[in-house]
């Protein structure tokens, strides 16, 4: 199991040369936890992919698991931009919900252990331990309501949204654990998100 390290934030890159190590080490960790399991990530392997030295990598992130949920992070912003370009307008808010999460399950299950290793992470951080891990709700509801086209969101609005995100996050578990196929999956959320999602304005 991942080592948690003191309750911070990883560094914020301030410079364009620092942004750019700091997108070398995101990339280098996805490229790693794609290949192996995470118990057999090392960070020292990450460090030497990246280019940057081992002490630069723990200033930016004190732990593995905090540079996993990082990754998530980052994956979950680059899926908003993916799918902020698709046309939904002739879709209903409930479709365009499924639709989102349709896309980002086949986009996690491309790379199951990558998967694995980002969801792992964030299930056992909390925002006191590792505070990037709120980002992931953050950037997951404004994905899902900007797919719904939803912008000010009642409170049952994003009850509804988290109680779907949350049962797909288990779909997700299922089918990394072999429990589920995929069209099973996709059989599910659709029904899920007709249920739950369909009086969503």
Known sequence: MPRLSEARDAAEPSSMEQRARHGRILKAAAQLGAENELERVQMQEVA?????????????????????VAVMVDQIDRMGAQLSRRARAAMAPSEAVCDALLQATRGLLRTPRLATAMIQS???????????????DQLFDRLLLDAAGIEEPTVLDATVLRLVVALWFGLVQSALNGRTSIPEIESDLRVACERLLGDLV
Do not use: C, E, Q, W
């Open 48 to 68: 030497r992919l990246a280019g940057v030295a081992i002490g630069t990598l723990y200033r930016y992130f004190p732990s593995k698991t905090h540079l996993f």
């Open 122 to 136: 964030a299930a056992m951080s909390n925002a006191a331990t590792i505070p990037d891990v709120a980002r992931i």
